[in-house]
Nanobody, 126 residues
Framework: QVQLVESGGGLVQLGGSLTLSCAAS????????MGWFRQTPGKEREFVAA????????GYADSVKGRFTISRDNTKNTVYLQMNSLKPEDTAVYYC???????????????????WGQGTQVTVSS
């Protein structure tokens, strides 16, 4: 059974940085496309960033492009989200997700991800 465990969330001031980690177990992580999504109360879970199986293809939501960087270490079964220049509107619960059918591209739709972590809270104060 696939398990995804996020860590690294917390409280940060406007303009600060955080790095989220998502450790995977229970499958062949190195073949999965991975994604980060976020959600605030009363809103749909939204796409943030995605990365393909070997890390050579990445994609970002327009709202985070140039500020966030997704990466992965297949030797550690871990995907990361480096978040810089944080804004109050980045406040949300952040989730990592795994698309476990091998493909060479990235996935942006939450319905295409079968496994999800429990989420980690990121709060940006102004």
């Amino acid at each position: 059974q696939v398990q995804l465990v996020e860590s690294g969330g917390g409280l940060v001031q406007l303009g600060g940085s955080l790095t989220l980690s998502c450790a995977a177990s229970g499958g062949t992580f190195s073949t999965w496309a991975m994604g980060w999504f976020r959600q605030t109360p009363g809103k749909e879970r939204e796409f943030v960033a995605a990365i393909n199986w070997n890390g050579r293809t990445t994609g970002y939501a327009d709202s985070v492009k140039g500020r966030f960087t997704i990466s992965r270490d297949n030797t550690k079964n871990t995907v990361y989200l480096q978040m810089n220049s944080l804004k109050p509107e980045d406040t949300a619960v952040y989730y990592c997700a795994a698309h476990q059918v091998w493909r060479n591209d990235i996935r942006r739709e939450k319905d295409e991800y079968a496994s999800w972590g429990q989420g980690t809270q990121v709060t940006v104060s102004s």
